[in-house]
Nanobody
Framework: QVQLVESGGGLVQAGGSLRLSCAAS????????MGWYRQAPGKQRELVAA???????NYAESVKGRFTISRDNPKNAVYLQMNSLKPEDTAVYYC???????????????WGQGTQVTVSS
């Protein structure tokens, strides 16, 4: 079974940087898209960034130019480099994986446990 393990969250001052990591295990003969979502208290979960197996990337408008998503396919890992952090970036960040299984017509969706990012002013 696929599992996602996250690390890198914490407390940082405004203008600082953090790098989130997510490693996936249990993937066999599959292609996948990975991404990061975030959810602040009382708000909807939103897509922050995503990257396909072909390295195509998409970013939320609020993080363009500040965040960079990347992946390491041999390690089945995805990273989110967050620079110029703002208090508005404070949220729980979740790693997400969309898996295409050979022989299946239905993609499978997996989530990490979430990691807290807090940006102080």
């Amino acid at each position: 079974q696929v599992q996602l393990v996250e690390s890198g969250g914490g407390l940082v001052q405004a203008g600082g940087s953090l790098r989130l990591s997510c490693a996936a295990s249990g993937i066999i003969f599959s292609t996948y898209t990975m991404g990061w979502y975030r959810q602040a208290p009382g708000k909807q979960r939103e897509l922050v960034a995503a990257i396909t197996s072909g390295r195509t990337t998409n970013y939320a408008e609020s993080v363009k130019g500040r965040f960079t998503i990347s992946r390491d396919n041999p390690k089945n890992a995805v990273y989110l480099q967050m620079n110029s952090l703002k208090p508005e970036d404070t949220a729980v960040y979740y790693c997400n994986l969309i898996l295409t299984v050979p022989g299946s017509m239905t993609p499978r969706n997996y989530w990490g446990q979430g990691t807290q990012v807090t940006v102080s002013s």
